[in-house]
T-cell receptor, first 113, second 114 residues
Framework: ETGVTQSPTHLIKTRGQQVTLRCSSQ?????VSWYQQALGQGPQFIFQ???????GRGNFPPRFSGLQFPNYSSELNVNALELDDSALYLC????????????FGAGTRLSVL | AQSVTQLDSQVPVFEEAPVELRCNYS??????LFWYVQYPNQGLQLLLK??????LVKGINGFEAEFNKSQTSFHLRKPSVHISDTAEYFC????????????FGQGTRLTINP
């Protein structure tokens, strides 16, 4: 176990709805990264938060947004859900250094119908 | 920008046989290299990483990988596999500056047959 917990584990939404996914980082970690893993694909970087500020963003539209709280937990929000948003969403926490290991949670599986 | 190519989408091997999972990468800047494993219905677990120094890196569960700069490769090897090694394996790179953003390959599904 990595100490990174994500909730919920599964979620079903319909197209056009909004969703919020949550992540509690490992104790002592100040950096959280979010990844989207479509079925049969490798994870793709969405964005990273370091001490409550966005610290890098991948090639995802603005309807993907996030927050990091003072306790370093994090939320991923997706507006106007599309069918292609169906995926496993992974959260990873780390100490923030370039060479630091990212510890992954088990993910939230989102299905958009 | 960086990219990662895992040359085999599936690799079937018999138990106790050796295995090599191949990974090539492309980058215009210095990178760090990683191998992660994903068991069914679980997140990713780090097997090993290469930052600098010796090009042969040893990881957990008996895995090792060799960094080859001239061939831009980072192949993963294990001399003798076990049924419990059945999983999806991902090669990843991150740039050695700026935010640590992992760029993953498509994954290789390793299936161990008894």
């Amino acid at each position: 176990e990595t100490g990174v917990t994500q909730s919920p584990t599964h979620l079903i939404k319909t197209r056009g709805q909004q969703v919020t996914l949550r992540c509690s980082s490992q104790s002592g970690h100040n950096t959280v990264s979010w990844y989207q893993q479509a079925l049969g694909q490798g994870p793709q970087f969405i964005f990273q938060y370091y001490r409550e500020e966005e610290n890098g963003r991948g090639n995802f539209p603005p309807r993907f947004s996030g927050l990091q709280f003072p306790n370093y937990s994090s939320e991923l929000n997706v507006n106007a859900l599309e069918l292609d948003d169906s995926a496993l969403y992974l959260c990873a926490s780390s100490l923030g250094g370039l060479a630091d290991i990212q510890y992954f949670g088990a993910g939230t599986r989102l299905s958009v119908l | 920008a960086q990219s990662v190519t895992q040359l085999d989408s599936q690799v079937p091997v018999f138990e106790e046989a050796p295995v090599e999972l191949r990974c090539n990468y492309s980058s215009s800047v210095s990178v760090y290299l990683f191998w992660y494993v994903q068991y069914p219905n679980q997140g990713l677990q780090l097997l090993l990483k290469y930052l600098s120094g010796s090009t042969l890196v040893k990881g957990i569960n008996g895995f090792e990988a060799e960094f080859n700069k001239s061939q831009t490769s980072f192949h993963l090897r294990k001399p003798s596999v076990h049924i419990s090694d059945t999983a999806e394996y991902f090669c990843a790179v991150s740039q050695a500056q700026g935010a640590q953003k992992l760029v993953f390959g498509q994954g290789t599904r390793l299936t161990i047959n008894p």
